[in-house]
């Protein structure tokens, strides 16, 4: 029933942009903290950027701090990552969910981002 559907990944140089977005549907999106989440290959997911329900907290990893804005837009069920000045560390699956995550929805593919060299 939850569906979170990641887009706007791809190929970028370091230096570069990329906006991701996350439609929601199924659940009561206005209702619910979100987040960014990342997985690099080998490493351990981890909380990239969270905004609350009403988009008048947010907060994020040291590691990107300065770089990257979290939004939402309660009336288009959407939450959006504004990623400015990537690093090659930045490469990853980034997905969106609530935070805490839904008990009921499982991860899907997520959208890549890769950073070169």
């Known amino acids: 029933q939850v569906q979170l559907v990641e887009s706007g990944g791809g190929l970028v140089q370091p230096g570069g942009s990329l906006r991701l977005s996350c439609a929601a549907s199924?659940?009561?999106?206005?209702?619910?903290?979100m987040a960014w989440y990342r997985q690099a290959p080998g490493k351990e997911r981890e909380l990239v950027a969270f905004?609350?329900?009403?988009?008048?907290?947010?907060t994020y990893v040291d590691s990107v701090k300065g770089r990257f804005t979290i939004s939402r837009d309660n009336a288009k069920n959407t939450v959006y990552l504004q990623m400015n000045s990537l690093k090659p560390e930045d490469t990853a699956v980034y997905r969106c969910?609530?935070?805490?995550?839904?008990?009921?929805?499982?991860w899907g593919p997520g959208t890549q981002v890769t950073v070169s060299s």
């Open positions: 199924g659940f009561s999106f206005s209702s619910r903290d």
């Open positions: 905004i609350n329900r009403r988009s008048d907290i947010t």
């Open positions: 969910n609530a935070h805490p995550p839904l008990w009921n929805h499982q």
